[in-house]
């Protein structure tokens, strides 16, 4: 079992960035892939961000490619995504997950970007 809890979301102009972070609970958060999904107002759920267990290999989705940045400190049971040239597009609120579509997921965390 792992509970997850997002912050560091908010409002943002075009451009600017923001660091959202993930605190997960359980002793299994090391064995877990992680990620960042989103949904946008009317939309389904997309795929952002995943790292894997040991942080040694991330993945982004093609529309985020150069702008996000997916880590991990296990060792604080955390995983962060660092977003950069932020566009009105990326408004939506951010899920992080843990294990997979079928696994865990936080209450998310809005992010609004203004332009």
């Known amino acids: 079992q792992v509970q997850l809890v997002e912050s560091g979301g908010g409002l943002v102009q075009a451009g600017g960035s923001l660091r959202l972070s993930c605190a997960a609970s359980g002793r299994a958060f090391s064995t877990y892939y992680m990620g960042w999904f989103r949904q946008a107002p009317g939309k389904e759920r997309e795929f952002v961000a995943r790292v894997s267990a040991t942080g040694s290999n991330t993945y982004c989705a093609d529309f985020v490619k150069g702008r996000f940045t997916i880590s991990r400190d296990n060792a604080k049971n955390t995983v962060v995504l660092q977003m950069n040239s932020l566009v009105p597009e990326d408004t939506a609120n951010y899920y992080c997950?843990?294990?997979?579509?079928?696994?865990?997921w936080g209450q998310g965390t809005q992010v609004t970007v203004s332009s």
């Open positions: 997950n843990a294990g997979g579509t079928t696994g865990f």
